[in-house]
T-cell receptor, first 111, second 113 residues
């Protein structure tokens, strides 16, 4: 089993829709989590950190479910500009290198 | 601009040639990371520096790959005797702390013919 798994998609949704992605992780001791956004042929950029109590930034909500070992990203009122790949990152609790990237979930918002 | 920069942005080379990429991290960041990314995949970790010390290398990093960060500032990644399978985007990132947010450079896109 991979340390971090994401549904690669693509998720095709109409403008204005609400869409949610999950990312599962295998190490129950993982402590920190992030969502990055990556546009086609560009570098990943931090979208938001994921806090234990859940957090919201405008139309984006990130949540952590420790019992089931997954994080989620909810996008409300999707815009065309939200079309991108969303990468989840899980921080390993030990070792010198800690960042584990998922393969990404591709989102296409359609007009 | 105080972000992470990478040069060159694109590189086309013939199989068997050596190539070198450069990464300049954000100035106050002492941690620097190299990744490789192919289409449809997330970034794959290659190696990691804390200041000038190379602390970890992935098994993906064959003997043909070498990375340096001689003065704890910029870093270079060299690929010797390139193969077509080395064609990918090579990303550099930096961070202040070990589990803190990484900031990525624009990447170097390598094509080996």
């Amino acid at each position: 089993r991979k340390e971090v798994e994401q549904d690669p998609g693509p998720f095709n949704v109409p403008e204005g829709a609400t869409v949610a992605f999950n990312c599962t992780y295998s190490n129950s001791a993982s402590q920190s989590f992030f969502w990055y956004r990556q546009d086609c042929r560009k570098e990943p950029k931090l979208l938001m950190s994921v806090y234990s109590s859940g957090n919201e930034d405008g139309r984006f909500t990130a949540q952590l479910n420790r019992a089931s070992q997954y994080i989620s990203l909810l996008i409300r009122d999707s815009k065309l500009s939200d079309s991108a790949t969303y990468l989840c990152v899980v921080i390993r609790p030990s070792g010198t290198y800690k960042y584990i990237f998922g393969t990404g979930t591709r989102l296409k918002v359609l007009a | 601009d105080t972000g992470v920069s990478q040069n060159p942005r694109h590189k086309i080379t013939k199989r068997g040639q050596n190539v070198t990429f450069r990464c300049d991290p954000i100035s106050e960041h002492n941690r620097l990371y190299w990744y490789r990314q192919t289409l449809g995949q997330g970034p794959e970790f290659l190696t990691y520096f804390q200041n000038e010390a190379q602390l970890e290398k992935s098994r993906l990093l064959s003997d043909r790959f070498s990375a340096e960060r001689p003065k704890g500032s910029f870093s270079t990644l060299e690929i010797q005797r390139t193969e077509q399978g080395d064609s990918a985007m090579y990303l550099c990132a930096s961070s202040k702390g070990l589990a803190e947010t990484q900031y990525f450079g624009p990447g170097t896109r390598l094509l080996v013919l």
